[in-house]
């Protein structure tokens, strides 16, 4: 059965992009047939996969058919990358298909999902990377996704976009049902954790206060604030092609172990 597993939160800079095109290229290397749906329109994860993607035309992306009267269905933008999966590319317009899908009187949350439901069956997972911004795009990511991950640093501005976060969920899981969360610390370094030397610190108190205000929808693994993640994707590469050996790599490995493989 198909996963789909969609990375938001309502603030840029929280790693979604990271993360999410990370842990779909180490599931596709493991042998799963995966899907890359890009929402952004910084269009990290269409870039990665499949370049240069500033020279695609509307018809070409995501924007085909994110609104009333699509152009294209999702099958004709599904675009083969050369690192082992496939990829819908999002569109520096994306504020475009805001404003299209607003202006739908009914069923424009669900515009996404009808368009997965057509191809789900190629696949074994789908990672969907939304938007900073709980809109109609945002909507549009939760109704189709099994699991839903939200990437947050230690900061006080995160938590509260976190917890906005959560908040809109919950409100949208009276319409489309229960969803399960996942609360993911990025960027920490492992001696802010508890029994680490910085523990008592201002970062290290703010994860003790991430462990009790998520509680049950934190996630245990936590990813690590390493420059070889930004290098990697500088050069084009994810964390596993750049340095597979080192910390980073590891860690999201074992975040596809615990949270993307188990659901």
């Known amino acids: 059965m198909t996963k789909v597993l969609a990375f938001t939160n309502n603030k840029g800079g929280t790693g979604k992009s990271t993360l999410c095109s990370n842990s779909a290229h180490l599931v596709a290397r493991n042998g799963a047939r995966v899907l890359v749906i890009d929402m952004t329109s910084q269009t990290t994860c269409s ?8 020279t695609l035309d509307e018809s070409d992306t995501i924007l085909a058919f994110l609104k009333k009267r699509p152009d294209k269905h999702i099958e004709e933008v599904i675009f083969e990358s050369p690192k ?9 317009s994306m504020a475009e298909a805001v404003t299209q899908l607003a202006a739908m009187q009914m ?10 439901e057509r191809i789900k069956d190629q696949y074994d997972y789908i990672f969907i990377d939304s938007p900073g911004d709980l809109n ?10 099994d699991k ?3 990437p947050t640093r230690l900061n006080r501005t995160d938590f509260q976009c976190t917890e906005t976060t959560i908040r809109f969920i919950q409100e949208a ?6 969803r399960k969360v996942k609360v993911l ?3 920490l370094d492992d001696r802010y954790k508890p029994g680490g030397i910085w523990a008592n610190s201002h970062t290290g108190e703010l994860y003790s206060q991430a462990q009790k205000t998520f509680s049950d929808v934190l996630s245990p693994v936590t990813i ?20 597979p050996g080192e910390a980073a790599a590891k860690r999201i490995q074992e975040l596809v172990n615990r949270e993307v493989l188990s659901v």
């Open 47 to 54: 870039s990665l996969f499949l370049g240069k993607v500033d």
């Open 84 to 92: 082992g999966l496939d990829a819908v590319s999002a569109h520096v």
């Open 107 to 116: 069923g424009k949350e669900g515009v996404l999902n009808r368009e997965i």
């Open 136 to 145: 109609e795009l945002t909507a549009n990511a939760l109704v189709p996704a």
């Open 148 to 150: 839903i991950f939200i």
């Open 173 to 178: 899981e009276n319409f489309i049902g229960p």
């Open 185 to 187: 610390i990025n960027m």
């Open 224 to 243: 690590p604030d390493s420059t070889d993640i930004r290098t990697a994707f500088d050069r084009g590469l994810t964390i596993v092609e750049y340095k």
